[in-house]
């Protein structure tokens, strides 16, 4: 009786230890390890892709960045091959003849734009400008009659006004105002119409005329520049409204002993874009043959987008 009260103790310890061990083998089944050590969850499929750059991630930055490269050669291909059609246009016309044009983004491109030619009535710009910091280094108001006097000076370019205002401050002024525009090539005179300027120094005054004239002025003075009369509104002006560009600009002209001298600078804002175009000319045949040089060269420069 005792040997089977103790067998059968054994048989209920033997039938646990077996219901101990399919219990963990079951548990190794469903967890898919062993049962000393934790099973890894299975792996994400989508863990072993690199995560997409944001827009304005690494990734983004340096693809705006190699298009903006990618326009900027373009838009400097394009450009270039504006330059040279003007240039050998200007090459083809009879008397001497140099232009220049500051880009969008400050550079300067041109044909002989360093070369000097006589200002004629371009100058008058300069001679706005620096009346206008004369009033304003003297302490003096613009009064009614000072600013029509200008107003005459530019919008119908009248010479008497010019030689009224350029006796009030003489070439050292002019000097001044040359400093000022970053202008390097200009050669002032006791007669404002024979300083000389070049192209280049033109088109970078026009470029900065915002800041030439100071805040006290600044809307007066462009007011004048874009008021300019419509028989006067040739050349550049007429080239670049086609264009749908709104434009301030200066012209001179005069018959010399060797030809006709006829010159424009202008200054050039579309879409918030601002450039700036001088072409000087000088030995022209007749009047009309130097406005048809200056519109000639402005359609090749600011034509076919």
Do not use: C
């Not at 710009?125 to 107003?151: F, K, N, S, V």
């Not at 874009?273 to 130097?290: H, N």
């Amino acid at each position: 009786m005792r040997r089977y009260l103790i067998g059968k103790r054994g048989l209920i310890a033997l039938l646990a230890a077996v219901s101990a061990i399919a219990a963990g083998a079951a548990a190794v089944a469903l967890t898919g390890g062993s049962g000393s050590e934790p099973v890894a969850a299975p792996p994400d499929v989508h863990a072993s892709r690199p995560p997409a750059a944001a827009p304005g991630g690494p990734r983004g930055r340096a693809r705006e960045a190699h298009e903006r490269r990618h326009t900027a050669r373009r838009a400097a291909a394009r450009r270039r091959a504006r330059v040279d059609s003007a240039a050998g246009y200007a090459a083809g016309r009879e008397g001497r003849v140099a232009f220049a044009i500051v880009a969008a983004d400050g550079s300067l491109h041109g044909r002989d734009e360093h070369e000097l030619f006589q200002s004629a009535s371009v100058v008058k710009a300069m001679i706005l400008a620096a009346e206008l910091q004369r009033l304003d280094d003297e302490g003096e108001r613009l009064d009614p009659a000072t600013a029509a006097e200008l107003r005459r000076m530019i919008t119908v370019s009248d010479n008497d006004a010019a030689t009224s205002v350029f006796a009030r401050v003489g070439p050292d002024r002019l000097d001044a105002i040359a400093h000022r525009a970053g202008m390097h090539d200009f050669r002032s005179s006791t007669t404002w119409g024979a300083s000389e300027i070049s192209a280049a120094d033109m088109a970078a005054m026009f470029a900065g005329l915002r800041h030439l004239f100071g805040d006290r002025y600044e809307k007066f003075a462009l007011g004048l520049l874009g008021s300019i009369v419509p028989e006067q509104s040739w050349g550049i002006p007429r080239i670049a409204s086609a264009h749908g560009w709104s434009v301030r600009f200066k012209g001179g002209w005069r018959l010399d002993p060797d030809g006709q001298i006829v010159n424009q600078a202008a200054e050039l804002r579309r879409d918030g874009t601002v450039e700036a175009i001088a072409v000087l000319t000088d030995q022209q045949p007749s009047m009309p043959y130097g406005i048809a040089t200056i519109e000639g060269i402005a359609s090749r420069l600011l034509g076919g987008d």
